[in-house]
C-alpha cells in the first residue's frame, strides 16, 4: 500500500505497480517512484503542473456531523420502532409454540452500526465523478457558483452521499487547469500525426471591452473533422498587419505546425489579409460566408430607406410592451396559437437582415392592423413597399441557404465554394427574368455583380478545386469550364503519381533488405525447392509492372466512373468506405481536404464566448475563459469521434 494514502496527492495519480512504488501521473502520463512518501509526487506536481492547484487535505468535520445526525436520526427511528405496540418475544413464543411445537424460533437480529454509515467511495470513482461534474461548465458553460446551491448540494447528495461536492474554487483553480494541462497534451500528441491542418483566425470584442484573437485548426483524422482552438487570448495591441502576423506567427511555433498549413481564412478585412498573405506568406482565402454577407449589404444600399422604416417599427415593438401586447393578441384572432416576435437585425450577424424581412412580411395583416391603433410616430409603409420587401424575401433566401450550407464544421464545406458560386449565379439570372419592381431587379444585378468581383473564377483555385474534384457529390459535375476540368485532373493525376512512386521506391528498399537477409538460404537451397515449377512459369507470364502514372491515371479514371454519391451525404463516410478501393486517392482527401471554406468556427466560438461572459460571470479572467473554451472544443472533438 502506498505510504499516507490519504494524503490529497492521491487525487492526481493514479497507482501503476504496487508493487514496486509505482505510480502515474493523471495529468502529464509521466511514472513515478513514491516509495515510502509522497514528496517525490508533490514535487513532481509543483514542477510540471503549477497552474494546477493542489486540494488541501479536508477534514472530517462536516462529514462526521452527517454522519451523526444520519445516526441520530436512523437510532431515533429505531427506538420508535421498539416502542411500537407489538406482541412481545415472550408472546410470539407461545403462540408459535401453541401453533406447532416444530416451528423454529426466530429472533431479532440487531444490525451493526456499519449498516448506517454510507460506504467510501474509491479514488478512480472519485476522479470519474469529477470529470463528469466538469461537464456542467466545459459542455453547458454552467457557472462555478453552481455546486454552492442548495438544491444542486441536495440533488448530488441523493444521489450518492459518499461524494464529497468541490466547491467553486476547487473547480475553478485545481480541477479545471488539471483538465486543461491533461488536454492540452493529449491534442498536442494528436497533432504531431497530423500532415495537413486549415487555420481559421478572428477578432472580437468582449462585453467586458476586451479585444480577443481566435486561431482554430482543423484536420481530417480517420476520416473525420476534427477542429482545435489553438489560442483565444486577449490581443491588446493594435491590430495592424505586423501586430496580427507575430501573434499567427507564435501561436504556431508553440503548437509546431509551421510546415503543416495549406490554407489560412479570415474575412476580408485589409489588415488580416495583409497579415496572412504578405508578412506570413502563407496561402489566403477570404471567408466565402463573409463575402457573400457582403455582397448581401452592397445590394440592400438600394433598398436602404425601406429596411429603415421597418427597423424603426421594429425597434419600437422591442422597446413597447404594451405593443407587443396588441400584436401579440392580433396574432391570436387570426389563428395564431403561439405569438411570433418580430426579429431586429444586428450589423455583426450574418443574414439577421433577411430574418428581420421574412417575419416582417409574415406578419404584415396584424403589424398593419397593430400600427393603425397605436398613437407612436411610426414610419408608414406603402403597399408598394410591401411588395418590395417579400420580393426582397425571394431574392435572399437563397443566399441565406448557401451561408447555412458553407457553415457546417463537420464535413469538408471547401468543396461547396464552386458549387454555390455557380448556384448563385444562375439563380441571378433566373430571377432576372421574373416580374420584379425596379428596385429589386437593381438589387439582383448588384448581387451578380458583387459574386463576380469579389470571388472572380473560383474553379481555378487549385485548393477549392481539388476538393471539389475529390467530393464523391460533385465530382467535375460541378464546373463549368471545359478547362477547368482538365487542369484540375492533371494537378490530381501528378500527386498521385507522386504518392505511387514514393509507395513502389519503399517496397523495393523493404524487398530489397529481405533478400539480403536471406540470401544466404536461398543460395544453399536453390536447387531445392517444392515450389521451382511454380515459380518459373508464373515468372514468364508475369506482366511487366505498369509505370506510376497509369496507376494514379486508372485510380482517377475508377473513381470517376464509379456512382455519383447523394448529395445529402457525408462525403469523408464514402471515402472511410471505399478507402481500399481507391488507397491513394484516399490518403489524398485526408491531407489536402481539411480546408474550411469559412470563419465560422471563430465565430461560433466567439458565441460562445459570449455565453460564458454572462452577467453571472462576468468577473472571468481571459485566462480561464480560454481554458473553458478550449475544453469545449476538445470535448465536441470527442464526442464527434
Known amino acids: 500500500m502506498p505510504a499516507n494514502k490519504r494524503s490529497s496527492i492521491w487525487n492526481y495519480f493514479t497507482i501503476v505497480d504496487e508493487n514496486k512504488n509505482i505510480s502515474k501521473c493523471d495529468i502529464c502520463k509521466q511514472e513515478l517512484n513514491y516509495k515510502h512518501s509522497v514528496s517525490n509526487l508533490k514535487k513532481h506536481f509543483k514542477r510540471k503542473h503549477p497552474t494546477v492547484n493542489i486540494i488541501p487535505e479536508n477534514t472530517t468535520a462536516t462529514t462526521g456531523t452527517n454522519i451523526d445526525n444520519r445516526l441520530s436520526e436512523d437510532s431515533a427511528g429505531f427506538d420508535a420502532d421498539e416502542n411500537n405496540d407489538q406482541p412481545t418475544t415472550s408472546k410470539k413464543i407461545k403462540l408459535d409454540i401453541l401453533s406447532s411445537n416444530k416451528q423454529n424460533i426466530e429472533r431479532r437480529k440487531q444490525q451493526n452500526i456499519s449498516t448506517y454509515i454510507p460506504k467510501k467511495i474509491t479514488g478512480n470513482i472519485k476522479k470519474k465523478i469529477d470529470s463528469n461534474l466538469l461537464g456542467l461548465f466545459i459542455l453547458d458553460y454552467q457557472p462555478f457558483s453552481i455546486v454552492e446551491d442548495k438544491g444542486f448540494r441536495t440533488f448530488v447528495n441523493s444521489l450518492n452521499p459518499s461524494y464529497d461536492l468541490p466547491n467553486r474554487h476547487t473547480i475553478s483553480d485545481t480541477l479545471i487547469p488539471m483538465e486543461y494541462e491533461k488536454s492540452l497534451q493529449e491534442t498536442k500528441e494528436k497533432m504531431q500525426n497530423v500532415t495537413n491542418v486549415c487555420l481559421t483566425t478572428d477578432c472580437w470584442t468582449s462585453p467586458k471591452t476586451e479585444s480577443f484573437m481566435a486561431v482554430t485548426c482543423h484536420f481530417i483524422d480517420n476520416f473525420k473533422m476534427n477542429s482545435v482552438l489553438l489560442s483565444c487570448d486577449v490581443f491588446e495591441e493594435n491590430h495592424t498587419a505586423v501586430n496580427l502576423a507575430e501573434r499567427l506567427k507564435k501561436i504556431v511555433a508553440e503548437w509546431g505546425i509551421e510546415k503543416k498549413i495549406i490554407l489560412t481564412i479570415s474575412d476580408n478585412a485589409s489588415n488580416i489579409k495583409s497579415a496572412i498573405s504578405k508578412e506570413l506568406g502563407w496561402k489566403f482565402f477570404g471567408c466565402f460566408a463573409h463575402t457573400l454577407n457582403l455582397a448581401v449589404k452592397d445590394a440592400l444600399i438600394i433598398a436602404q430607406p425601406i429596411i429603415d422604416k421597418v427597423k424603426t417599427i421594429v425597434s419600437h415593438f422591442k422597446r413597447s410592451n404594451l405593443s407587443m401586447t396588441k400584436l401579440a393578441n392580433f396574432q391570436k384572432q387570426s389563428g395564431i396559437d403561439i405569438p411570433k416576435k418580430l426579429i431586429l437585425d444586428v450589423a455583426t450577424r450574418w443574414n439577421s437582415t433577411f430574418f428581420m424581412l421574412e417575419r416582417f412580411s409574415e406578419l404584415e ?34 443566399f441565406e441557404e448557401a451561408t447555412r450550407s458553407i457553415s457546417g464544421e463537420n464535413y469538408i464545406s471547401a468543396s461547396l465554394v464552386i458549387v454555390l458560386n455557380r448556384g448563385l449565379l444562375n439563380i441571378c439570372q433566373a430571377l432576372h427574368e421574373k416580374e420584379f419592381t425596379q428596385l429589386s431587379k437593381a438589387c439582383i444585378k448588384s448581387l451578380e ?32 469550364h471545359d478547362d477547368a476540368v482538365e487542369n484540375i485532373r492533371k494537378i490530381v493525376t501528378n500527386i498521385v503519381t507522386e504518392m505511387v512512386t514514393k509507395t513502389i521506391e519503399k517496397k523495393t528498399e523493404n524487398t530489397d533488405t529481405d533478400s539480403t537477409s536471406n540470401f544466404e538460404e536461398k543460395k544453399e537451397n536453390s536447387n531445392l525447392s517444392l515450389w521451382k515449377c511454380l515459380d518459373e512459369q508464373l515468372a514468364k507470364c508475369k506482366p511487366k509492372s505498369t509505370s506510376s502514372s497509369s496507376r494514379a491515371i486508372m485510380e482517377i479514371q475508377r473513381y470517376l466512373e464509379d456512382d455519383v454519391l447523394d448529395r445529402h451525404k457525408n462525403p469523408l463516410e464514402w471515402w472511410k468506405e471505399n478507402q481500399y478501393n481507391y488507397p491513394f486517392l484516399s490518403q489524398l482527401v485526408q491531407q489536402k481536404c481539411c480546408a474550411l471554406a469559412t470563419s465560422v468556427p471563430c465565430e461560433r466560438l466567439f458565441s460562445k464566448a459570449g455565453n460564458v ?25 470527442k464526442l464527434r469521434v
Not at 480560454?626 to 465536441?636: D, E, P, R, V
Open 365 to 398: 395583416n396584424c403589424i398593419r392592423s397593430t400600427l393603425g391603433l397605436l398613437d407612436a410616430k411610426l414610419p408608414h409603409i406603402i403597399p408598394e413597399e410591401w411588395i418590395v420587401i417579400k420580393e426582397l424575401c425571394e431574392i435572399l433566401k437563397y
Open 613 to 637: 461572459l454572462n452577467e453571472r460571470r462576468t468577473r472571468l479572467s481571459a485566462n480561464k475563459l480560454k481554458k473553458i473554451l478550449f475544453l469545449n472544443t476538445h470535448a465536441q472533438m
Open 449 to 480: 455583380n458583387g459574386l463576380r468581383k469579389r470571388l472572380g473564377n473560383v474553379e481555378y483555385s487549385n485548393t477549392l478545386a481539388i476538393c471539389t474534384f475529390l467530393d464523391p457529390r460533385f465530382k467535375t459535375y460541378t464546373f463549368q
